[in-house]
C-alpha cells in the first residue's frame, strides 16, 4: 500500500502527532511506500493562516522565518528516518507538497527544489488558493472567493485550473495533488445558472451540487482536459486522495467525473494518497478509496513511486489483482 502525500504536527500548524509517530503508524499498517511531503514554505505574509499568526505573536517576519526554519528542521529529520530504515520496511520517500498560491510562490518553489534536489526527490503540485483566497480553509474564506469570480462558480473553478496549469508548466509536479479541492467548501445549497455558472435564484437554477461541473461547460471541460494531456506528456500522476471523505464528501479527490477523464486523457496514472495529519489518519477512508477505485472508477491498475538505490524516483504499476489482494486490506478489517 502507498501513500504519496502526508503531513506532521512536528512542521506544520494544523498537523498533530510527531513525524515520527506518522511513520511508525504506516510501518505498522504494511505500507510499501510512505511519502513525506511537508509543505513548502510561503514567502509571502499575504498567506499566513491565522493558526500560523496565533504562534508567531503577530508578527509577519517570525512567522515566515519560523516556516522556512522549520521547513529545513523537517529535511533534516526526513532524512534521518529515510537513513534509519532497514531493508523490507516501508519505503520511506521525501517530497514537499507545492503552494501553488501565485506565480512568485511557483517561481520559488522552482529555486527550492533545485537547491534541495538532493533530499527532495519530488514534489505534490497543489493549488490552495485562488485570487491569494485559501479555498480549503473554511466557509467565508471560500464564499469570499466566489465573490471575487463575480458570483460565477464556473469562472472560481476556471481560474483553480488556469493557476494549477501555471503551476504544472513551470515545476511539472510528479504527483498533482487533490485535483479537484475546489469542491471541499462548495455549499450543498448553490444555486447556479446551469448556462453561464452565474449564482442565481431563477426558475431555471440549479443546485451545484446536483451536477457533474467538469462537464456542464465545455469552456471548463476543454481546460481540464489541456491540463491532463499536459501531465500525460511529462510523466505526471494524479493522486485519489482519501481527505476529502475524511472530510465527509462522498467522493475522493477526484471524483468519478474527473476520474474518467484521468483516464481518458492522462492514461488513468493514478497513485493513492491519505494526506494524514495524525496518526489517526494514516491510510485513513482506504477502504472506502478501495471501493471506489474497484467497483466506481473500475481502474486496472495503481501507480506507485519507489526509489531505487541509485537514488532516483521510479514510477512503477501494480496489477489490480496485485493491489486489492495486498496483505495490507486484510490488517485494515
Ligand atoms: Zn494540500
Ligand atoms: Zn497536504
Not at 487533490?178 to 450543498?188: A, N, R
Not at 431555471?204 to 457533474?212: D, R, T
Not at 467497483?295 to 486496472?300: C, Q, R, T, Y
Given at each position: 500500500m502507498h501513500s504519496h502525500h502526508s503531513h506532521s504536527g512536528d512542521y506544520v500548524a494544523h498537523g498533530v502527532d510527531p513525524l515520527d509517530a506518522m511513520v511508525a503508524q504506516a510501518r505498522k499498517m504494511n505500507f510499501v511506500t510512505y511519502c513525506l511531503t511537508e509543505h513548502m514554505p510561503r514567502i509571502d505574509p499575504n498567506y499566513i493562516y491565522p493558526e500560523e499568526r496565533e504562534i508567531g505573536g503577530g508578527d509577519d517576519d517570525q512567522v515566515l522565518e519560523t516556516l522556512s526554519s522549520n521547513f529545513e528542521k523537517f529535511l533534516k529529520h526526513a532524512q534521518k528516518i529515510k537513513n534509519d530504515s532497514i531493508e523490507g520496511e516501508t519505503e520511506i520517500i521525501i517530497g514537499t507538497e507545492i503552494e501553488g498560491c501565485d506565480v512568485s510562490h511557483i517561481n520559488y518553489a522552482k529555486k527550492l527544489l533545485e537547491e534541495k534536489k538532493d533530499v527532495i526527490k519530488f514534489c505534490v503540485g497543489s493549488v490552495h488558493h485562488i485570487y491569494g483566497i485559501p479555498i480549503d480553509f473554511d466557509q467565508e474564506n471560500w464564499n469570499t472567493a466566489l465573490k471575487k469570480a463575480g458570483n460565477n462558480l464556473k469562472q472560481l473553478i476556471i481560474d483553480y485550473f488556469e493557476l494549477q496549469y501555471k503551476q504544472l508548466t513551470s515545476l511539472q509536479p510528479l504527483v498533482v495533488g487533490?485535483?479537484?479541492?475546489?469542491?471541499?467548501?462548495?455549499?450543498?445549497d448553490l444555486k447556479i445558472n446551469p448556462l453561464t455558472g452565474q449564482v442565481s435564484d431563477d426558475e431555471?437554477?440549479?443546485?451545484?451540487?446536483?451536477?457533474?461541473l467538469i462537464n456542464q461547460w465545455d469552456e471548463l471541460r476543454d481546460i481540464v482536459i489541456r491540463n491532463l494531456k499536459y501531465i500525460r506528456q511529462y510523466g505526471g500522476l494524479i493522486e485519489i486522495n482519501t481527505s476529502a471523505l475524511r472530510k465527509k464528501l462522498p467522493e475522493p479527490y477526484p471524483g468519478e467525473d474527473l476520474c474518467e477523464l484521468v483516464k481518458e486523457y492522462c492514461d488513468g496514472r493514478f497513485v493513492l494518497s491519505d494526506d494524514a495529519h495524525a496518526t489517526s489518519q494514516v491510510g485513513v477512508c482506504y477502504a472506502e478509496a478501495l471501493n471506489f477505485i474497484i467497483?466506481?472508477?473500475?481502474?486496472?491498475r495503481i501507480y506507485y513511486l519507489t526509489e531505487y538505490k541509485n537514488l532516483s524516483i521510479k514510477v512503477e504499476q501494480m496489477d489490480i489483482n496485485k493491489f486489492k489482494n495486498h496483505k495490507f486490506w486484510k490488517a485494515l478489517q
Open positions: 487533490h485535483f479537484d479541492l475546489f469542491k471541499l467548501y462548495l455549499p450543498k431555471s437554477s440549479v443546485l451545484a451540487s446536483s451536477i457533474s467497483n466506481v472508477i473500475k481502474l486496472d
